[in-house]
């Protein structure tokens, strides 16, 4: 089962973040042991924001370990449909690109997410499955 990973997890690998490196980690293991692990056009430009070189994040995101997919068509108008629903629900504007268009990625191509930040998945695409750390508590994959 092949599984789109959002952007936060990636970062924690890089950045090595104190909370979040080793679940994260574990988790993207634990990914690949199921199957292809996914980025797309929109999460490849969130977690290159933080870099300068282009090749340094070839080097971190290499195409061997994380199978590039691009957004499908259906999933950019399911995006909209969620943020009218977002918007309708009084919810500000600045939200509508990565969230939305991972989710709807996700939604129609059938594919979990994993994520540490569920919220707005939870409420916009309740089809998804979600690997959080609430669904999938720590355990050490790396040995």
């Given amino acids: ?17 104190p909370d979040w490196h080793s679940w994260s980690l574990n988790q993207l293991f634990a990914a690949a042991g199921r199957g292809a692990v996914i980025i797309n056009q929109i999460i490849y430009s969130e977690f290159s924001y933080r870099y300068d070189d282009p090749d ?27 943020f009218r629903l977002y918007r309708a629900g009084g919810g500000k504007k600045e939200r509508v690109l990565p969230d939305f268009l991972i989710g709807a990625h996700a939604a129609i191509r059938g594919y979990p997410i994993l994520t540490r930040d ?17 669904t999938h508590p720590m355990k050490d994959l790396t040995r």
């Fill in 56 to 82: 340094e994040v070839e080097r971190l995101l290499p195409e061997t370990e994380f199978l590039r997919e691009g957004l499908p068509w259906p999933a950019a108008f399911a995006a909209a449909q969620a």
């Fill in 1 to 17: 089962m092949a599984t789109l990973v959002d952007t936060n997890v990636l970062v924690d690998v890089a950045v090595r973040d």
């Fill in 118 to 134: 569920p919220s707005g998945y939870r409420s916009y695409f309740p089809m998804v499955e979600l690997i959080t750390p609430e």
